[in-house]
């Protein structure tokens, strides 16, 4: 037990980190940045990131929700006023709708730009450095932080994550792919014989998903999953490994 708590004091440290880095980094984590990068043929830091996001899900499933990603950070701090969670629904589809839209966007800028005609990975950065890179950054980061504590305040925690982010499509389609072609990774993997029905991991998901269920059908495989591993380390049969 103690070996769980003290991996979950690490993810908790890495998603406050980052959070804390946000204004440094948030031009990589840009759906506007990767736009403006095409609007004159060039594959910015953003856009390669992104890339690198679906790779990784391929293995890792949404691992970079759960460990790294800013949100998750503000997300946890979240949990302190609201024990909520926001709801799996239409936001959802919404979400994908949005992310339809804007890719059908950044496709139709590049063309419009006459193609592809640079990478720069520092696109709107100083040395790297977002808020460096441009004055209206630090305005854009509170309106972020500002978006998604209204979210969680209208919705409950992680509303952000699950009917708005932009990030979240690339790696839920990476997800089903490892999912549906069984790419070794990192998976859940349940013991129903183990489960004692407490229902500990269910209460403790913060994407809302019903844990119990998933062990009792022996499939831990779920496109909300974040990977984050509380539903394992909050099990006192260890009923799930991560
Ligand atoms: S916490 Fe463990 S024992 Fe309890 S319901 Fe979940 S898997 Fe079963
Ligand atoms: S199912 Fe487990 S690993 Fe997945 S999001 Fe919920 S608590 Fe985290």
Redesign the pocket.
């Known amino acids: 037990m103690k070996k769980t708590k003290s991996r979950q004091n690490i993810r908790k440290a890495l998603v406050f980190g980052m959070f804390l880095l946000f204004p440094v980094i948030i031009n990589y984590l840009s759906p506007a940045v990767i736009l403006m990068g095409a609007s004159e043929g060039i594959i910015t830091g953003s856009a390669i990131l992104f890339g690198l996001l679906f790779l990784s899900s391929l293995f890792f499933g949404r691992a970079w929700c759960g460990w790294v990603c800013t949100a998750s950070g503000l997300h946890q701090a979240c949990t302190a006023v609201t024990d909520r969670k926001a709801k799996t629904g239409w936001g959802n589809v919404l979400r994908f709708i949005i992310w339809l839209v804007w890719l059908a966007m950044i496709i139709l800028t590049f063309v419009r730009a006459g193609g592809v005609r640079g990478v720069d990975p520092l696109y709107m950065t100083e040395n790297g450095i977002s808020f460096l890179g441009s004055e209206m950054i630090i305005f854009v980061y509170l309106i972020v932080v500002i978006m998604a504590f209204v979210m969680v305040l209208i919705w409950g925690n992680r509303a952000l994550c699950k009917y708005l982010c932009w990030m979240a499509p690339f790696m839920i389609i990476g997800n089903k792919i490892r999912y549906a072609l069984k790419i070794p990774g990192v998976y859940l993997k ?1 013991k129903k014989d ?9 209460t403790v998901c913060p994407m809302d998903i019903d ?2 269920a998933m ?1 009792q059908k022996e499939n831990c495989q779920h496109n909300e999953c974040i990977m984050c591993l509380q ?1 394992a380390d ?4 260890g ?2 490994k991560g």
């Not at 909050?234 to 049969?237: E, G, R």
Request: hydrophobic share 35%.
């Open positions: 349940p183990l489960c004692i029905q407490c229902k500990k991991c269910t844990v119990e062990v539903c909050v099990c006192p049969k009923a799930i």
